[in-house]
């Protein structure tokens, strides 16, 4: 064999898997080399200022048995957006969204109703874009709005709308909304709702009705906000205390409609009731599921009442990134498989020519 090609072709390989390997993107940048923009930052204005939009990836630790991102972490997410466009609109005082008005007469917002609609899950590395903005509710109410869309296809994952009214931090009672702190948020409210409000009434629940009963509920420290109360997000997790594995096996939520009707403190100790409206016999079945839900403190008092709707899971993938053969090989492992090629290729040749040139001196 020609050893000069040989040894030409080798080098060439290894020089190109050389220049391939420099350039990922596996070594820390430089300050200097860092762009200016941040898509993970607290996010931006669109649409005139009124529209504020906030990126998020969604984490190992945001997924669930079902690889995809929990309904709380998808709740997190719109809260922490409202909570940035308040902050960058230059509203947010002392206080979780307290404008400097509502902190001078210790008001603080606190959450009545929420109504979600997710049309489907984020999973584990996907990037979503949240917007929220703010439009009014009656006299003494404020709603805020959110849209979550994929942020590479832009397709609409989740829908969300919520009431917000005031409450005094100190005697702990709703109050009007002042004159004053109504001239603060006004100026960036949007006539644009993104769901038709579900007028439905929720039912409450007792032992009687109720077919699942999750008892001994305590809030953590860690489970209230600054507020001194516990995060509305958590009463999600616990409403789904009470609902029965099989259901959570076979269907995925999809559907919810909150009515918060009492702040939870630290001492406070819950019952989760459940009751499944549904013709639902614990099997996989193709039709819905609705469910009605009610949290309530040992005395009886009513925190929360819910109606939460479920629909058959899609097909699970066998792994979540596909086949094996959906991920396609890096250009180093092509050049290493050229050289193998070549090296076999020389090998072949090597023989070949031996067994020819013993045959012709035989």
């Not at 509502?102 to 917007?131: A, C, F, H, K, N």
């Not at 819910?306 to 991920?327: C, H, L, M, Q």
């Amino acid at each position: 064999p020609d050893w000069s090609m040989l040894l030409a072709a080798i080098t060439t390989i290894f020089l190109a898997a050389e220049k391939q390997w420099t350039n990922l993107d596996w070594k820390p940048r430089r300050p200097d080399m860092l762009v200016d923009f941040d898509p993970f930052s607290l996010g931006r204005f669109v649409q005139d200022g009124l529209i504020f939009r906030q990126n998020f990836s969604i984490r190992s630790y945001e997924i669930g048995a079902d690889r995809t991102a929990s309904i709380e972490t998808l709740m997190n997410h719109l809260q922490e957006t409202a909570l940035n466009h308040v902050r960058c609109i230059g509203l947010l005082d002392d206080g979780f969204g307290s404008t400097p008005e509502m902190t001078r007469r210790d008001l603080i917002w606190v959450v009545t109703r929420m109504q979600v609609l997710v049309d489907r899950y984020p999973s584990w590395g996907d990037v979503i874009e949240v917007d929220s903005w703010v439009t009014p509710s009656g006299k003494n109410g404020m709603k805020r709005e959110w849209f979550l869309r994929d942020c590479k296809t832009g397709e609409i994952l989740t829908r969300a709308t919520s009431v917000w009214v005031m409450m005094n931090k100190r005697t702990r009672r709703l109050s009007k909304i002042p004159e004053e702190v109504r001239v603060e948020i006004e100026p960036y409210f949007v006539e644009h709702g993104v769901l038709d409000e579900d007028s439905r009434k929720l039912p409450k629940l007792n032992d009687n009705t109720a077919n699942y009963i999750r008892r001994g509920l305590a809030p953590r420290w860690s489970d209230l906000d600054v507020n001194q109360h516990v995060n509305n997000v958590k009463y999600i997790g616990w409403i789904l205390e009470s609902v029965p594995s099989s259901l959570l096996e076979s269907h995925e939520l999809y559907g919810m409609t909150l009515e918060y009707r009492k702040e939870c403190g630290k001492d406070g100790l819950l019952q989760s009731l459940t009751a499944v409206a549904s013709d639902y016999g614990g099997g996989s079945l193709e039709a819905g599921v609705e469910c009605d839900h009610l949290l309530r403190l040992e005395d009886g008092s009513e925190i929360m009442r819910g109606k939460t709707e479920w629909r058959p899971k899609r097909a699970a993938n066998t792994t979540y990134f596909g086949s094996v053969d959906d991920i396609p090989p890096h250009p180093i492992y092509i050049y290493i498989y050229i050289y193998i090629y070549i090296y076999i290729y020389w090998v072949g040749s090597s023989c070949s020519g031996s067994s020819t040139t013993m045959s012709r001196t035989r």
